[in-house]
């Protein structure tokens, strides 16, 4: 019911569920159980789309702290974990902490998941996105170029996560002046 209420945007309505559910799960299967985490997780995205981003950070830690503890480090869970905690970082403007979460995140991916595929090509889009932010555009042009060829090799050309991955080029290219560019990938 949580979920629900927030996929409608209703995000009192989550919370409330998602924190009843979580007392449950607490008294059930106790603090450091996957299912408590991934409540967790979820209670964080509700805060984080509220733009309440210290309880997000609060929330997603929390997750982050038992996934570690019960699936490892290098598991997916933790790897998508910490891709939120730099989207929450990134939201407040702290791009160095930001990137770490990231960086970290993707090391995980390509581990686990490999170079070529679609959750790995995300979170090198949101290194692009960290550089370009801090004005290092031919850091966020090659993030965002092997974002691309991961997309294009994986969900073909004409796919709208791949469109917003060519968007971003454009911005980089728009950014440095390179007009012409910048056309091509809009």
């Known amino acids: 019911l949580g979920n629900v209420a927030y996929a409608e945007g209703d995000y009192p309505t989550a919370r409330q569920y998602l924190a009843e559910a979580l007392a449950i799960e607490e008294a059930v299967l106790g603090r450091r159980h996957r299912e408590t985490a991934v409540t967790l997780y979820e209670l964080g995205n509700v805060a984080y789309a509220e733009g309440d981003y210290p309880t997000a950070r609060q929330y997603l830690a929390e997750a982050l702290e038992i996934e570690e503890a019960v699936l490892g480090r290098r598991h997916r869970s933790t790897a998508v974990t910490l891709h939120e905690l730099g989207n929450v970082a990134y939201a407040e403007g702290d791009y160095p902490t930001a990137r770490q979460y990231f960086q970290e995140a993707l090391a995980i991916k390509e581990a686990v998941l ?50 917003v991955t060519l968007h971003g080029l454009g911005n980089v290219a728009y950014a440095e002046g390179d007009y012409p560019t910048a056309r091509q990938y809009f």
């Not at 959750?119 to 691309?148: C, F, I, M, W």
């Open 114 to 163: 490999g170079r070529r595929h679609r959750s790995t090509a995300v979170t090198l889009h949101k290194l692009g996105n960290v550089a370009y932010a801090e004005g290092d555009y031919p850091t966020a042009r090659q993030y965002l170029a092997e974002a691309l060829a991961i997309k294009e090799a994986v969900l073909g050309r004409r796919h709208r996560s791949t469109a």
